[in-house]
């Protein structure tokens, strides 16, 4: 019999992801190995693998960069295939084709693909060719100032200053006018120049009342493209998720439709094969989108896809690596409504980054509650990292149910001293916006400003 998954794999992340795909492992029987930095030596996820092995470097985030150094270390631990994660270098195709290049299956679509949907300018352009709308029409990257006043005098204000090579938020900023749109793609320019190593800068039209979809992708060899629904990731700051949830609520069954078939000619476009997800965004009184970008990895939010669909979406990423097609009886079915909160150490008002110790960790359980977590009580958040600490996912069968459970993961969530946005998590539930489902990318901000015991304001 062929082989289906990998029979080593290497985990090239640290925390709450690095855990999850190691679980996946074990139950598939798939030996692993994690790399960690020092100061990640006693997460959890170390422990998990069966191997663990340092990466060194001074600064801890260009340790799970090198990507020489990680592909050495796959190499000699006897691995023959690399999950990437998300972040890091997960979306970097020179590290998919280093892994390649060494003989090794790289758990993820081709460098090729990677390239293509990582540069904002030319995903933009691969997928209007294919059919699917953009915002303002396709293009080149701008040169300057000027040409930038004149592209949004054409698309109309107010428009989104964007790095062509950007994410996670960064290098994105509104323009109301001529002179804004001079200032802002100046700043855009540098930020870009100085975050992604390219100075590429494109606009498009800003959406006031905009909501934050995206659609789960499943490429097979061949060329098949499975869609698994669709994820709400409208509660954001910083243009960073905070909340998703499945399915996205009041969505006309036709723009549905058309959102999933947009998805697919977007992957489709670039050849696409594994788990990717295609961000749109949707007018929410029209409910007219258009394309945003492509993740060409799996998602902080897949959980949600997972509980709605019934599905394994990391196992499918292994079996597509390995074989190019999902595995034996892969048959989902949506069902019900799934929420994920992402726990985060951080300020629960501004949103500011606050690392400390963990001396109480006490997750919530339950029917209907999971948590991906990547630390436990006694350990510390240090500031290197994203603020990410674990996710709290939330399943009923229908929403007013999952809210429910939310309100009872929520409560039952216990960790400090450290600061973290639980405050804010628990007061975004019971927002009369959210639990009507009826609110947009505005919604950090609706939440934030109400006035409250704790802030006075």
Request: charged share 25%.
């Amino acid at each position: 019999m062929s082989q289906q998954f990998p029979r080593r794999l290497l985990v090239a992340n640290r925390g709450e992801i690095a855990r999850r795909i190691i679980a996946t492992a074990r139950r598939l029987g798939v030996g692993t190995v994690a790399i960690h930095h020092r100061v990640d030596a006693d997460l959890p996820y170390a422990a998990e693998a069966d191997i663990a092995r340092e990466i060194t470097g001074d600064q801890p985030v260009g340790a799970y960069l090198d990507i020489d150094q990680i592909v050495r270390i796959a190499v000699e631990s006897g691995a023959d295939a690399v999950h990437p994660g998300y972040g890091f270098l997960a979306e970097n195709p020179g590290f998919a084709r280093a892994v390649v290049d060494a003989g090794l299956t790289w758990v993820g679509p081709a460098p090729e693909a990677i390239s293509a949907m990582g540069d904002k300018v030319e995903a933009r352009n691969r997928v209007a060719a294919a059919g699917v709308p953009v915002g303002g029409g396709a293009g080149a990257a701008l040169s300057d100032a000027a040409e930038a006043v004149a592209e949004a005098e054409r698309i109309g204000y107010p428009v989104m200053v964007k790095a062509a090579g950007g994410g996670g938020g960064i290098g994105m900023t509104i323009a109301r006018d001529a002179e804004s749109v001079r200032r802002e793609f100046d700043r855009t320019q540098a930020i870009a120049a100085r975050s992604f190593g390219s100075d590429r800068v494109f606009l498009e039209r800003f959406v006031e009342s905009a909501r934050h979809i995206e659609v789960q992708v499943l490429g097979l060899a061949g060329g098949t493209i499975l869609t698994l629904g669709e994820r709400d990731c409208s509660v954001q700051r910083r243009h960073q998720k905070l909340v998703e949830e499945s399915p996205a609520l009041g969505l006309d069954p036709e723009v549905r439709q058309r959102l999933h078939d947009a998805a697919a000619s977007a992957a489709r476009a670039v050849g696409y094969r594994n788990a990717g997800t295609v961000e749109f965004l949707v007018d929410a009184r029209t409910q007219e989108f258009v394309f945003l970008e492509m993740n060409t990895r799996i998602q902080v939010e897949h959980p949600v896809t997972e509980l709605t669909h019934g599905v394994d979406l990391v196992e499918q990423q292994l079996s597509i690596a390995v074989t190019g097609s999902v595995t034996a009886g892969f048959a989902p079915r949506p069902r019900g409504h799934a929420i994920e909160f992402r726990l985060c150490a951080e300020d629960p008002v501004r949103f500011f980054p606050s690392p400390g110790p963990i001396e109480q960790w006490e997750e919530p359980s339950g029917d209907g509650i999971r948590v991906d977590a990547g630390y436990r009580a006694g350990l510390a958040i240090t500031p290197h990292f994203d603020s990410l600490i674990a996710k709290i996912c939330v399943f009923a069968e229908d929403r007013d149910r999952a809210l429910e459970r939310a309100r009872e993961a929520l409560d039952g969530f216990t960790v400090g001293p450290l600061r973290t946005n639980l405050p804010f998590l628990r007061e975004l539930v019971d927002h009369r916006e959210f639990a009507a489902g009826g609110y947009d990318t505005n919604i950090v901000a609706a939440v934030t400003s109400r006035p409250t015991a704790a802030t006075g304001r």
